[in-house]
């Protein structure tokens, strides 16, 4: 599922493979760190503890509603954070799109919530 892959990217400072979890609108946000970079500090930071906690992530109440989602993340010691996500469509060949991939458009909110 697209949050486990962000979190264990991120939990192993894969900034390439965790941004690619989210949308374009997410990767980027107001006043912040580019996403790769952000994921890259956070890899180098924390701690083996941390990193352990963060890949652990259960996710759970999952919700779909069309191309959007929302979903609880709760990663161990950490308060729950509700994130939205949405099915994002590409192209696959010059005339083919496809079905679309989720993609996390909001870390959400709780402690655990952001980057």
Do not use: H, Y
């Not at 400072?13 to 760190?33: F, K, Y």
């Not at 993340?73 to 469509?89: G, N």
């Amino acid at each position: 599922m697209t949050v486990k892959r962000f979190n264990r990217a991120a939990a192993e400072g894969d900034g390439q493979e965790a941004c690619d979890q989210l949308t374009s609108a997410a990767r980027t946000p107001a006043g912040g760190l580019q996403c790769e970079s952000a994921i890259d500090q956070l890899g180098k930071l924390g701690g083996e503890q941390t990193k352990r906690r963060l890949a652990a992530v259960e996710v759970r109440n999952v919700k779909v509603d069309g191309d959007r989602a929302t979903a609880e993340a709760q990663i161990p010691t950490q308060t729950p954070a509700t994130l939205q996500l949405e099915k994002v469509s590409r192209r696959v060949f010059k005339w083919k799109r496809s079905d679309g991939d989720w993609k996390i458009a909001s870390l959400g909110s709780g402690i655990g919530g952001g980057f």
